[in-house]
């Protein structure tokens, strides 16, 4: 199965801030990822798939990049309801794997 | 509204089963892809099962296959997942989630756009 490393595991920054979040892939998937948003005791929100296509309704802001294993998430002004966990997820192939997240904490 | 609603959850001894439930309401059901994944308890999310929107093709995790079955029923908009063989290790929160399937240059995407609230799954003796 393909291996995803996400970096890093968590990350505090404040309001305002530009954050950066890495995912790395154990082999080239093209760009086939997705990035997910989970807060506390919710069900995950789609963000970005195919590496960089933003789905409706997440604000610009975020911005999806990358292709063959190496990709980021980037969040270019932080909002108060951006603090949660972030996870990548690849759809090369069978089994789909999560990254392990990235818990974004206000700093 | 376009909604998912899992039920089904609950206690199960090691080595029980248990099938757990996903209803759909307000989009057409049989043209999608849906998925279930689970969350163990302080844990991350892992991709479990899926299943087209005809039900002629499934797809598992290697530590659910041969134990765990992905099925629906169209009629009723559900999807289902039974569980044998259940250890600790399954103990999860079970979410589904439709598949939006983007399409672009012959390539199919993943999209999982629309989620349940899930559904509590405790194997303990």
């Known amino acids: 199965a393909i291996q995803m490393t996400q970096s890093p595991s968590s990350l505090s920054a404040s309001v305002g801030d530009r954050v950066t979040i890495t995912c790395r892939a154990s082999?080239?998937?093209?760009?086939?990822l997705a990035w997910y948003q989970q807060e506390p005791g919710k069900a995950p929100r789609l963000l970005i798939y195919?590496?960089?296509r933003l789905h409706t309704g997440v604000p610009s802001r975020f911005r999806g990049s990358g292709s063959g294993t190496d990709f980021t998430l980037t969040i270019s002004s932080l909002q108060p309801e951006d603090f949660a966990t972030y996870y990548c997820l690849h759809d090369s192939n069978y089994p789909r794997t999560f990254g392990q997240g990235t818990r974004l904490d206000i700093k | 509204e376009e909604q998912l609603v899992e039920s089904g959850g609950g206690l199960v001894q090691p080595g029980g089963s248990l099938t757990v439930s996903c209803t759909a309401s307000g989009f057409t059901f049989n043209s999608y892809w849906m998925v279930w994944v689970r969350q163990a308890p302080g844990k991350g999310l892992e991709w479990v099962a899926n299943?087209?929107?005809?039900?002629?093709?499934?797809n598992y995790l290697d530590s659910v296959e041969g134990r765990f079955t992905i099925f629906r029923d169209n009629a009723k908009k559900s999807m289902y997942l039974q569980m044998n063989s259940l250890r600790a290790e399954d103990t999860a929160v079970y979410f589904c989630?439709?598949?939006?399937?983007?399409?672009?240059?012959?390539?199919?995407?993943?999209?999982?756009?629309?989620w349940g609230p899930g559904t509590t799954v405790t194997v303990s003796s």
């Open positions: 195919a590496a960089s």
């Open positions: 082999q080239a998937i093209r760009n086939e």
């Open positions: 299943i087209k929107g005809d039900g002629s093709k499934k």
């Open positions: 989630a439709r598949d939006l399937t983007y399409v672009s240059d012959t390539y199919y995407y993943d999209a999982f756009d629309i």
